[in-house]
């Protein structure tokens, strides 16, 4: 599985952004897709992810993020609202075959990573 993850930039505290990861693969509808976030100095923590079981969001982000996905277009999104000074980070999507994981050490394949930047 190859992962392009999309869609960040700056905005200002308060807006929103959405997150695109184009996978490609022909077993990828049957993959969790995560999003992790890395801010400097930070490891990489988990944000939120989407399988077989459902969706699970990260408590620092629920209420404000909800992650999706479109199988036809191998796609999965991360919509970020009410953004916080906090989420400032570089935001990277992960893939693994099977499971509900929440650990970056459990996912095999990972995008390049978009840098979402929130000011005052």
């Known amino acids: 599985v190859q992962l392009q993850a999309s869609g960040g930039g700056s905005v200002q505290a308060g807006g929103s952004l959405l997150l695109s990861c184009a996978a490609s693969g022909r077993t990828w509808n049957s993959y969790t897709m995560a999003w992790f976030r890395q801010a400097p100095g930070n490891g990489r923590e988990f944000v939120a992810r989407?399988?077989?079981?459902?969706?699970y969001v990260a408590d620092s982000v629920r209420g404000r993020f909800t992650i999706s996905r479109d199988n036809a277009k191998k796609t999965v999104y991360l919509q970020m609202a009410n953004l916080k000074l906090e989420d400032t980070a570089v935001y990277y999507c992960a893939a693994q075959g099977g499971g509900t994981y929440s650990a970056a050490t459990e996912y095999g394949y990972w995008g390049q990573g978009t840098q979402v930047t929130v000011s005052s």
């Open positions: 989407i399988g077989w079981s459902g969706t």
